[in-house]
């Protein structure tokens, strides 16, 4: 008081409601000349340039950055790292460099007083360096048109503060010496499933780089993949395997140019980003009256206007097929890669509030719906749902109080969330797309009556997140049953009253069943669907700062910063906050876990199965179960096995499941399925939850092939031979008809494979075999037809309808071509009918002695030759629909021998046969007589 001066220090934000009472004070008193109120709570500090992914931790022998926001005159200090500071001018930037793994302190001091203790979570691996890599597009060469350029360099973990030219340097002389020791990277999708199909890898000496050149077809937009090397090493330090994500341009369409000044408006000062979940490298950016785009997953970040439209865009949503925009209470849809803009029809309401849009698979593989819903936000609601991508809208009827809107990924109806009846209690009601009505359900779960927004996670499982000002819920099904999340700080467990005045205004969900919070004041808050709850943890951005949060394709979770009209990005490294939130760390539930889904879709033919195996080492006298989960459980039939058996440590059972799959409705239908471990917690460095897709349909390297036909026969390549015209049907309707002329013909082994040598006298099957690519599985057991590809029609059958054992008119050539359709599309496994049981009809009269001409490795009927030696190019088409989803059908040729080349030299060898016979015949006759004559024939006996 004798300084005339007071101080009131507010340690925490939750004592903001008495801030003003001690203002009051401090003017009041007569002594005073001045005062002010310092909120001294704990420092902002953040991790810089985290070079690793953000489930993963730095190794030791990496340097760690971190740098404080909110220090003035601060120093850093550290008993076991050395803390070096790297601007001289301001020690709120230094460079930690600790010597070995383990958690390390470091402290923040303020005039010698200590702000905050940070804890440094460093792991031991002997990493000190990691891939860099830039895509782009280039030409390989003039006749193959453009590719897909990837360079990757060796770069430090951390760029140390050097300048951007400085780190070029640097990079192409480490890039030159691993290369010089024999280091080479390989670059490989993350799913096995993709197709990923690199034309050409070299060192490039000017970048000083590798290059890989890689064939964009069939790529799609956005594509994870892993680069790996030789595990080279230089003085002891490895370079870390990493992630990248390549992707294209998913929208090119001329209404959106990028060449715009972004200029702030403060009449729009809300900062939402808005995401392509079809194409997760997309997103959006609205802030302050501006767009900006980004196509590369925040690798690069551009404002944008659109042509056409005058008014300020106020929210975005995709389509596989459009863009969507929300502007001054009105619709417009932009279809990618095309111009104009579209104003859509069936919005009977002047003033939209909001859309959603996505696309959706129906329970058939090959149906996709491109959703879009736009609803008013108000007491007397209005929804309406676009099934074309917004070109046009039909008005879902509604009169109650619509909280949030959104489209579930895993069936075909929209979730609306809905006050239900009471300020405090809400509901989750379906609209069934196909049946048109609603499903209201019964289930109502409390909330503390604010405006509900809800989120689904990535995936088809169909979970989901809700959340209002001062609270968090889950639903594990889309909405049918809803709980609260339990949100921590510090240790306690936040309730509504500990928000005093904070409030949530973001959340985002990414792969595995990562959530991540931002309060109103930017607190972080991180957790996952599987433990059930959520921590705070260090953030590193000022309360006041403009940011969101982004999970990008990889799971990796971003903070989006917008500075006026600048944009940046920076990656929050999870896992090494959580285990300094944590401290002391609580043990992971299980010390192991595996499983083998390691595609991302799994294939299964009719008659087929697929059997998965997931198993968990709980920790010492502990036990834990497994969970298995299916999106579609009608579509498919399952077997579950369970057994436990003993490790080698005591009090350790390992837990194994074995799910066998097998298709019950199909083709064209799809279930994902989710492993997971029951218990976990975030002391766990991953989720372990694992997805895949079962897909009951064709595998698409499914094919059949011709046994013996695969071997080289360079003499058959480019052959030319003729067919006759008294066995050749130009038609291709199998009619024992004569030609105008002769039909001559190409034969190609690398189309056909080498024919098949086969005597006239033998009959013939071929022999098929079931293949994956170039695997294969075994030979085909199904009922299979052919014809031949040229019209040649010199072959029967051997057996006729009675020897086959037909009790119905067996299917003929005859009887499937007579209305005039290609053989390729007449005979197939859509109409395929066996002869073994009675017709609709019953058992009638038919023709016992017709053709049967299907073929299988029974040998009820084969195919028999005619006297004629040639060549045929035969096609087999399995038509036993029960066999296979797939259209399995091969090319191959016969060549039929032994036969004479024409009917009249046989003749002639016949008659000259019988005449040289008849000769001796009676040359033998002429000889006996004149022994008998002569009496030799007695000495000859004696």
């Not at 360079?151 to 780190?167: F, H, I, K, N, P």
């Not at 058992?843 to 049967?852: E, I, L, S, T």
Request: hydrophobic content about 40%; glycine content about 6%; some cysteine.
């Amino acid at each position: 008081l004798a300084s005339g001066r007071l101080t009131f220090v507010m340690h925490g934000s939750s004592h903001r409601s008495n801030s003003w009472a001690l203002v009051l004070l401090c003017l009041l008193h007569p002594d005073l000349g001045s005062c002010e109120l310092t909120n001294a709570s704990s420092p902002v500090w953040k991790y810089v340039d985290y070079g690793v992914h953000s489930q993963e931790l730095l190794s030791y022998k990496n340097p760690v950055l971190l740098e404080c926001l909110s220090c003035d005159g601060s120093t850093w200090t550290s008993s076991t790292c050395r803390v070096t500071p790297l601007n001289n001018t301001n020690s709120s930037l230094v460079s930690v460099s600790c010597l070995k793994p383990g958690f390390h302190e470091v402290t923040l001091l303020e005039n010698d007083t200590k702000q905050a203790v940070i804890l440094l979570p460093l792991d031991s691996t002997p990493y000190c360096f990691i891939w860099q890599a830039t895509v782009e597009t280039a030409v390989l060469n003039s006749t193959e048109g453009s590719k897909i350029l990837m360079s990757l360099w060796v770069s430090e973990v951390l760029a140390m503060g050097t300048s951007s030219e400085q780190d070029t340097r640097k990079s192409q002389a480490l890039s030159r010496q691993f290369n010089s020791l024999g280091e080479y990277p390989s670059v490989a999708a993350v799913s096995p499933s993709a197709d990923l199909n690199i034309l050409l890898q070299v060192f490039n000496s000017s970048c000083s780089c590798w290059q890989f050149y890689i064939e964009p077809n069939n790529l799609p937009y956005t594509l994870p993949v892993t680069i790996s090397g030789r595990s080279v090493t230089v003085m002891d330090c490895g370079i870390r395997p990493s992630q990248y994500v390549i992707t294209r341009r998913s929208i090119s369409t001329m209404e959106i140019t990028t060449d715009v000044q972004a200029v702030y408006n403060p009449a729009h000062a809300q900062f939402n980003i808005y995401k392509d979940q079809q194409v997760p490298g997309v997103a959006v950016i609205l802030h302050g009256g501006n767009s900006f785009i980004t196509q590369d997953d925040f690798t690069t970040v551009q404002p944008f206007q659109l042509t056409s439209l005058l008014h300020t865009i106020d929210e975005v949503a995709f389509t596989a097929s459009t863009l969507c925009i929300l502007a001054a209470g009105e619709v417009f849809v932009i279809r990618r890669e095309e111009e104009g803009i579209i104003q859509p029809s069936g919005l009977l309401a002047s003033d939209v509030h909001h859309i959603t849009a996505k696309t959706i698979s129906t329970t058939t593989i090959e149906e996709t719906v491109d959703l879009v819903v736009a609803w008013v936000h108000n007491a007397g609601g209005s929804i309406f749902v676009s099934r074309d991508g917004g070109s046009s809208f039909d008005e879902v009827s509604w009169q109650e109080y619509i909280h949030s809107v959104a489209i579930s990924p895993s069936k075909e109806h929209i979730a609306i969330t809905v006050s239900a009846g009471h300020s405090s209690k809400a509901q989750v009601l379906f609209w069934d797309l196909d049946s048109q009505v609603w499903d209201t359900g019964s289930f109502v779960f409390n909330t503390n009556g604010g405006n509900l927004t809800m989120e689904y996670f990535p995936g088809v499982f169909g979970d989901l997140i809700l959340w209002e000002e001062t609270a968090l819920y889950y639903s594990p099904n889309g909405g049918l049953t809803v709980e609260p999340l339990v949100m921590y700080s510090d240790g306690t467990r936040l309730v509504t009253a500990s928000w005093d005045g904070e409030y949530i205004k973001h959340a985002v969900t990414g792969i595995g069943g990562q959530f991540a919070v931002l309060s109103s004041e930017n607190r972080l808050f991180y957790g996952t669907i599987q433990t059930g709850y959520a921590v705070e943890i260090a953030f590193g951005e000022l309360p006041d700062s403009q940011v969101l949060l982004h999970f990008d394709i990889i799971g990796q979770l971003k903070a989006i910063n917008l500075n006026g009209v600048v944009v940046s990005v920076r990656k929050i490294p999870t896992y090494s906050l959580l285990l300094a939130a944590l401290y002391p760390p609580s043990a992971c539930p299980y010390v192991q876990w595996s499983h083998n889904l390691h595609q991302k879709v799994y294939y299964v033919d009719s008659g087929d199965n697929v059997t998965f195996w997931t198993s968990v080492t709980p920790r010492q006298w502990r036990t834990n179960q497994l969970s298995f989960v299916a999106s579609q459980p009608s579509s498919v039939d399952t077997i579950i096995e369970n057994h436990y058996q003993q490790t080698a440590v005591e009090g350790s059972i390992e837990n194994n499941m074995t799910v066998l799959i097998r298709p019950k409705a199909g083709p064209n239908v799809r279930t994902a399925v989710k492993f997971s471990v029951l218990s976990q917690n975030l002391g766990c460095q991953k989720p372990a939850e694992s997805v895949a897709l079962v897909a009951v349909q064709c595998p698409p390297e499914r094919h059949i092939r011709v046994k013996g036909t695969n071997d080289a026969c360079p003499s058959y390549e480019d052959l030319k031979y003729t067919i006759p015209k008294e066995y050749y049907d130009p038609e291709l309707q199998g009619r024992k008809v004569q030609g105008n002329a002769d039909k001559e013909v190409h034969y190609y082994s690398t189309d056909y494979g080498c024919p098949l040598q086969v005597p006239y006298s033998s009959t013939f099957i071929p022999i098929l075999e079931l293949y994956d690519d170039n695997q294969f599985l075994s030979e085909v057991d199904a009922d299979f037809v052919i014809w031949e590809l040229h019209g040649r029609t010199d072959f029967g059958y051997t057996a006729t309808a009675e020897e086959a054992g037909c009790v119905s008119s067996p299917q003929t050539w005859q009887a499937m071509l007579q209305e005039g359709a290609h053989p390729s599309q007449a005979w197939t496994s859509e109409n395929y009918r066996h002869c073994f049981q009675e017709s609709e009809s019953g058992r009638g009269a038919f023709d016992k002695a017709a053709v049967y001409p299907v073929l299988n490795r029974t040998g009820i009927s084969a195919i028999s030759w005619q006297g004629h030696n040639g060549i045929y190019v035969m096609v087999a088409t399995v038509v036993d629909k029960t066999y296979s989803y797939c259209n399995l059908t091969a090319v191959f040729g016969v060549e039929v021998y032994g036969a004479s080349s024409t009917p009249l030299i046989g003749y002639l060898m016949l008659l000259m046969t019988c005449l040289i016979s008849l000769a001796v015949l009676v040359a033998t006759f002429f000889m006996y007589r004149h022994l008998v004559k002569t009496g030799k024939i007695e000495e000859k006996i004696q």
